[in-house]
């Protein structure tokens, strides 16, 4: 912060609609304020500072604090039930619980006789109760600005003090089975990983990005570790609804954003498209034909041929940047990670001129492992290994990591650590994959997602699922079929897509037919969706039938909708 002291940190937009700028030098002077606030609470070295909001610039300010005061934070996604939340603030033993609105903080403080270690709750939302345990952010920040003017040495103190051997953060795995394991990440671990993304120079000086992701979830929030190292401006859109306005209004530079958000950009620019007149289609093809020609160069950070460059500077001044405008139009590059992207749809971004790069990693591995980098892309893969890391296949298919910003285990579950860490120090990531020739890994699928057909077949679902996709109309796409003849899909619609080309139910699912036909046609015979059903509602995360990462829990699908898959199986012909 001190190198920076006039670079904006990051802008934040209160309820009036106006951005706030909030410096570097501003920005470590609240971190300082918090640490010294925690402190006079009581918290130091090992103890751990719970936080439970949604992504604005409290989390990240309480989180610094805590970390320069010597503890380590547990982060809740907002989504969390009461049950999760306060399995969550148990497990890690927190004695500081962060909370940023009345109903957040009433389930906390309705549940406190099962939370005995929690003294004090810090209260950033509007109207702080009446109660003695429940103290105001504000409150925090002026005890901490009293200590400095008495002690204006304790905060360096403070800092100077942390190993790198000390936690830093407990990430809870978001759940697709049972309760979330605490993840433990040290300050070594987070420092690696940015250190060894840096090295191939991810980040400008000048870039900016749009922090919206959930701050608990290791992707948002190493990203978040990078760009305060780096010096970046981030952009605080708290409200998932207001992405698309606050990318316009902002203009970032880069985005990071899991698949689904691609997708859904995809499908609305596709949906226009299909809804204008044959002349603007053909237009629009042709310039996607020019620009996916000339993708194939700028992947490999080539220049284009003299012809192929000409037609481009035309495809682009009428449509290609057009496209880009819908970003903002100085987006130059795009991250996508936590969940398989259809290689499809990153086509479709880098022909535009979207570069798009697919990164892989977990909350054991800090983050990204392997990810793509400007001159050394290969679309379908997630890229090569991180320098420091060391990868491999095991005889079966998982992918294994060992390295020095692998986790070190999880926290009070020594079982679930020794399955996870096997006795040579590989972690097994439970991923499915193969490296090829070049060091590039592509991801097949989890391996708790093969399906073994009755015919005594593995089946990657990830495969048939991201090829039906690529119709605009499918929303969500589960498919099933673990000891069954043949495999089943249950697809959510994509109603806006529907709706805005005025498709009745019969036209959406001869769509739909029609899309799982071309799946098949690229799939071996045991690999072919043979029914479908279209279900009322999407899959969410209040249903319980998505992570907070949007990643869908298969088996809760597939148990919600147990009547359906049951009929589907008694079917002879599938619903037109």
């Known amino acids: 912060c001190a190198e920076l002291p006039h670079t904006i940190a990051y802008e934040a937009e209160d309820d009036a609609g106006i951005w706030h700028a909030t410096t570097y030098s501003e920005y470590g002077e609240l971190v300082e304020r918090a640490a010294l606030g925690l402190r006079d609470l009581g918290i130091g070295e090992g103890d751990c500072v719970a936080i439970f909001g949604d992504t604005v610039p409290e989390w990240s300010i309480l989180n610094l604090g805590a970390q320069a005061a010597g503890a380590h934070i547990s982060g809740i996604y907002q989504t969390s039930t009461a049950e999760q939340a306060v399995y969550i603030i148990h497990d890690s033993s927190a004695k500081i619980c962060c909370v940023d609105t009345p109903e957040r903080l009433e389930i906390l403080l309705s549940r406190r006789d099962e939370l005995p270690h929690v003294t004090t709750y810090i209260y950033w939302g509007d109207a702080l109760p009446d109660d003695d345990a429940v103290v105001s952010y504000e409150q925090v920040l002026a005890s901490g600005e009293k200590i400095k003017q008495t002690s204006p040495d304790s905060y360096g103190e403070m800092v100077a003090a942390i190993s790198p051997e000390a936690y830093a953060v407990l990430v809870y795995t978001s759940g697709t089975t049972g309760m ?117 160069y700028t992947v490999e950070s080539k220049s284009l041929p003299l012809g192929l460059a000409i037609k481009h500077r035309i495809a682009d001044k009428l449509v290609l940047s057009k496209v880009r405008a819908q970003l903002g139009g100085k987006v130059r590059m795009c991250v996508t990670a936590a969940a398989p992207m259809d290689s499809e749809i990153m086509s479709f971004f880098w022909a535009f001129g979207l570069p798009m790069l697919e990164a892989y990693g977990l909350s054991e591995t800090c983050g990204a492992s392997h990810i793509n980098v400007m001159g050394a892309v290969k679309i379908g893969t997630v890229g090569r290994v991180l320098n420091g890391i060391d990868c ?185």
């Open 180 to 296: 979330p394991k605490g993840v433990i990440l040290t300050h070594g671990n987070c420092m690696a990983n940015v250190h060894k993304l840096n090295e191939h120079g991810i980040y400008h000086a000048e870039d900016s990005l749009i922090a919206f992701l959930p701050m608990s979830h290791v992707a948002e929030y190493l990203t978040w570790v990078g760009r305060v190292m780096g010096g970046l401006t981030a952009y605080f859109c708290p409200d998932f609804s207001k992405i698309g306005k606050t990318i316009l209004e902002k203009q970032p530079t880069i985005l990071v954003a899991v698949p689904r958000v691609y997708e859904k950009v995809y499908q609305k620019i596709i949906s226009s498209v299909e809804n204008s007149s044959e002349k603007k289609k053909k237009i629009f093809n042709w310039a996607w034909g020019v620009g996916a020609a000339a993708s194939k």
């Open 392 to 576: 491999r296949i095991a005889e079966d298919g998982e992918v294994l990591m060992r390295g020095d910003s692998i986790f070190k285990g999880y926290l009070n579950k020594p079982e679930a650590t020794s399955e996870a860490i096997n006795a040579e120090g590989w972690f097994q990531t439970g991923d499915i994959g193969e490296i090829d020739e070049d060091g590039f890994l592509r991801i097949t699928d989890r391996k708790k997602n093969l399906i073994i057909t009755a015919g005594g077949k593995n089946v990657a679902p990830n495969n048939s699922e991201l090829l039906i996709k690529r119709e605009p109309l499918v929303s969500q796409v589960v498919v099933l079929g673990d000891r069954k003849p043949y495999l089943i899909a249950l697809i959510t619609l994509a109603t806006d897509v529907a709706k805005a080309e005025g498709l009745g139910d019969h036209e959406i699912h001869e769509r739909l037919q029609a899309a799982i036909d071309r799946a098949n046609a690229q799939l071996a015979k045991y690999e072919r969706v043979q029914k479908y059903h279209l279900l009322d509602e999407e899959f969410t995360v209040e249903s319980g039938e998505m992570t907070p990462t949007m990643k869908i829990k298969r088996n809760v699908v597939a148990n919600n909708h147990a009547d359906v898959v049951e009929r589907l199986y008694g079917e002879v012909k599938n619903p037109a």
